[in-house]
């Protein structure tokens, strides 16, 4: 599986468990900079008022941040600078 620039999920993603694997396969350098570029995306969602994105870049975003706790990588939420 190719890395996206940005990870977005739908609730019922058939897809999740290859992403989910691919996510626990990646560095951890990788797996933060994926959560950025997410984070990033996601507000530029919410900012253009598209609330459809954003949801599907939110799940992104916390599924990054569980699989990256599994792995006792902390990655904080904040707002992107």
Do not use: C, H, N, Y
Request: aromatic share 2%.
């Amino acid at each position: 599986m190719e890395l996206p620039s940005v990870l977005t999920l739908e609730e019922d993603d058939p897809g999740r468990p290859a992403i989910e694997a691919m996510l626990r396969d990646l560095a951890e350098p990788e797996l933060r900079a994926l959560w950025s570029r997410t984070r990033a995306g996601a507000a530029e969602a919410r900012g253009a008022g598209d609330m459809a994105r954003l949801f599907l870049l939110v799940r992104g975003t916390k599924t990054i941040q569980r699989i990256a706790g599994e792995r006792d990588i902390l990655i904080a939420a904040a707002r992107p600078r």
